[in-house]
């Protein structure tokens, strides 16, 4: 028997949800070759591992791909049929009836994590309080809740840091902040700015919270000229668990295996770059957590030429989870299922 239920376990939240079979995944996506080189890229299909039981290291969640048909059109919200794919990190935009279905529907597709980031939110005027209580109600349906605390459309160059300090600490003292990401794609900044946040962030949440690096796509490292990345993540051990990959969407799901095979072999002990545990009893995480998400808001063609829907963002989600390396893939943040339709 699969899991068939996802929950908090607390006798607060609601009960639990039964986790709903969907379609078969689409046909896989086909092989195809660099256009620089001609190298062969393979498109691997089968998990490497089974996927551990639900846990805050292991992702399953999508920030940009549930279809909810009726879904209205929000502020920043995509237009055409992107419209009816849920923007996890604009929930509060949407109205408490449809975050209880969005929730619910995360639940159903077996996820265990969503995505919001305050300072979107605080942008159109939701307050501290409510964000708070937006993040408890998350964490009470038996979702782990992670937070993408700064934006380079909101935060002030440069940052003040302390400034996330008092609601890092609400939401840590409520059970709603189970994963902390300093900053949206963190190389919008300069690195020693990256090296800051970092240090702030971890001094003052400590182990209370798991904490991932996210980056403009394909960076696995942002460090200054005079260092390399080994230096960069040697840097972070005891203070970050990992980093939440972003592909470019244009390309191939052959060219995204390649990229994390890499990713891998350079962040796993004893890889490429030299690297150990990453201080915080486990190897440094990679997560798959972006593959097509702009593709899909702009209702265009990833980079096998398939529709950019929540169908494409699964199937790019599950492939991705099959590269080869030195370590495994450890789940995925645009979607993602089984071959057979059930949650991976």
């Known amino acids: 028997m699969r899991p068939a239920l996802y929950s908090s376990g607390a006798s607060a939240g609601p009960p639990p949800v039964a986790v709903v079979p969907r379609d078969p995944l689409p046909p896989f996506d086909p092989d195809s070759v660099d256009a620089e080189t001609g190298a062969p890229l393979p498109v691997y299909t089968v998990l490497r591992e089974p996927p551990p039981p639900k846990e805050v290291g ?3 969640g999508n920030a940009w791909g549930i279809t909810i048909p009726d879904l209205p059109l929000v502020a920043g919200g995509a237009s055409g049929p992107a419209q009816a794919r849920v923007l996890t990190y604009f929930l509060d935009r949407y109205g408490r009836a449809f975050e209880d279905r969005i929730i619910e529907e995360h639940l159903r597709r077996g996820y265990t994590h969503i995505s919001l980031s305050p300072q979107d939110s605080f942008s159109v005027g939701t307050s501290e309080d409510a ?16 937070h993408l605390m700064r934006s380079k459309y909101y935060t002030p160059k440069p940052p003040d840091l302390p400034a996330m300090d008092a609601l890092i600490d609400r939401l840590l003292d ?8 300093p900053a949206w794609e963190m190389n919008h900044w300069d690195p020693p700015t990256v090296r800051a946040m970092i240090d702030h ?3 003052f949440i400590g182990d209370r919270c798991r904490i991932m690096l996210h980056f403009f796509p394909h960076y696995i490292s942002w460090q200054a000229n005079d260092e390399t990345p080994t230096d960069f993540w040697r840097a972070n051990y005891g203070k970050v668990d ?6 470019d969407p244009s390309w191939t799901a052959g060219m995204m295996a390649a990229r994390a095979t890499d990713g891998l072999d350079r962040l796993a002990p004893g890889g490429l770059w ?3 545990e990453s201080g915080r009893g486990h190897p440094i995480w990679y997560v798959g957590w972006e593959t097509v998400a702009t593709k899909q808001y702009n209702n265009d063609l990833d980079g096998d030429g398939r529709v950019s829907d929540e169908e494409t963002g699964d199937l790019k989600g599950y492939e991705f989870q099959c590269a080869p390396g030195r370590m495994v893939v450890r789940g995925y943040g645009n979607g ?3 071959p057979d339709g059930w949650a991976l």
Do not use: K, P
């Not at 964000?131 to 992670?146: D, I, P, T």
């Not at 059970?175 to 902390?180: D, K, L, R």
């Open 131 to 146: 964000y708070v209580a937006m993040a408890e109600r998350c964490a009470r349906a038996g979702l782990f809740v992670h």
């Open 242 to 247: 990992g980093i939440l990959y972003q592909c």
């Open 336 to 338: 993602g299922r089984l």
């Open 201 to 203: 962030d971890a001094a």
């Open 174 to 181: 409520r059970g709603a902040m189970h994963v902390e990401t």
């Open 274 to 276: 030299g690297l150990s």
């Open 58 to 60: 292991w992702w399953r």
